[in-house]
């Protein structure tokens, strides 16, 4: 078999971390994107340079459709909705959510929704195979287009082996990098900034917790357009001392605060997984979560749910937690169905019944 996929979207967050499992797996033989970056997560795969943005009319004017049929590979993987509408070989498609069906008023236009809509129809109309990597998306997918259930194989995401408990004593570089007081309690989101993330809510209701001026709030990911109305909101709370921004960090500055922290809060509105979620078990770290679409799926009974509508149910909810002084969360059989290579076996399945 060689297998081809569209990895431009691997140095990403969310199905950047998706693409980089797979393809340390062994996955594929040819990528689409940047060589530099595919060469971070393997040495084996053959690169097509492809480097049109996203979401965009340009993507399907500038794939290599030339470049690639030379290459003849068995079959395609596209690890998101927008799909090559022209490629006329056998291909299968991740679907990992529909965030921008479910919450419209995120986008930056109504042409950007209908974009979303009609692409990610054509992806179930030309895929072999849908996969997702929750049963709330297919739920998702189910409710809003006309398609055989059967055409859809849930795979859940995996974490990474690099994530794992630490001794605090030895990541302490992280106060100073990062500008982090030694002497207060870490309450950390990862992920990025974007509205449907919930963070303006997450604000408020930690400006109310019991012992905000013991603590700080370390919000970790890519800011986009929202950044200046977060740091406004912080303003007008009184906590922008509190909160601390790191932005993008490195794998190894991601997982030590995890261990860093005394509790990861993740309040998102919407998660076709929530990759963090399981990050911050592997490490060990007490964890307060959305009870809303997938997300359950991927805490189970190791979290504690909040609505995220709810912000004085975030705020008790904090509140409780940092009370219980526990820094210690063994969810160590539940991560087992989450593991590299059992998502990435799973996945070499669905191809070859695919090529059969």
């Known amino acids: 078999m060689k297998i081809a996929v569209d990895a431009r979207m691997i140095s990403m967050s969310g199905i950047g971390t998706y693409i980089q499992n797979l393809m340390k797996y062994g996955c594929y033989d040819i990528a689409l994107g ?19 943005p996203i979401y965009g009319i340009k993507e399907q004017l500038k794939f290599p459709y030339k470049k690639l ?21 056998k291909m299968i498609v991740t ?20 974009y979303a809509k009609f692409m990610i129809w054509i992806a179930l109309k030309k895929a072999c195979k849908i996969i997702t990597v929750s049963e709330n998306t297919k739920k998702d997918i189910l409710e809003r287009f006309k398609v055989n ?37 870490i309450l950390m989101y990862v992920g990025n900034l974007k509205p449907h993330k919930n963070l303006e809510r997450l604000l408020e209701a930690y400006s109310k917790i019991v012992e905000k001026d013991k603590t700080c709030l370390v919000l970790v990911g890519k800011a986009f357009s929202n950044y200046n109305i977060l740091k406004e909101k912080e303003k007008s709370l009184s906590i922008d001392k509190n909160v601390i921004h790191t932005g993008i960090v490195n794998q190894k500055e991601l997982v030590d605060l995890y261990n860093l ?8 509105l919407y998660e076709g997984f929530g990759i963090p979620v399981i990050e911050a078990l592997a490490c060990e770290t007490p964890v307060i979560c959305s009870n809303t679409s997938s997300i359950p799926e991927v805490g189970g009974k190791y979290v504690t749910y909040i609505d995220p509508m709810n ?26 169905q989450f593991k590299g290579e059992i998502i990435a076996n799973n996945t070499k399945e669905i191809i070859k019944g695919v090529l059969k």
């Not at 795969?45 to 480097?51: A, R, S």
């Not at 995996?158 to 106060?175: C, P």
């Not at 705020?315 to 087992?336: C, F, G, R």
């Open 34 to 52: 940047n060589k530099e970056d595919i060469s971070k997560f393997s040495n084996k795969v053959q690169t097509i340079k492809f480097d049109s």
């Open 311 to 336: 912000i004085n149910q975030i705020t008790e909810k904090i509140n409780e937690v940092l009370a219980k002084n526990s820094n210690s969360i063994d969810a160590t059989e539940w991560l087992k």
């Open 69 to 89: 049929k030379k290459m003849k590979p068995d079959l395609l993987h596209v690890p998101h909705y927008n799909v090559p509408i022209f490629y006329k070989g």
């Open 95 to 114: 679907i990992h959510d529909l965030t921008h069906l479910i919450y419209p008023e995120f986008l930056p236009n109504k042409f950007a929704y209908y």
């Open 149 to 185: 259930p059967d055409k859809i194989e849930v795979i859940y995401n995996a974490v990474g082996k690099e994530f794992i408990k630490k001794d605090k004593k030895n990541i302490t570089y992280l106060y100073k990098k990062f500008d982090i007081p030694k002497d207060k309690k």
């Open 261 to 268: 922290a005394d509790l990861f809060v993740f309040p998102s």
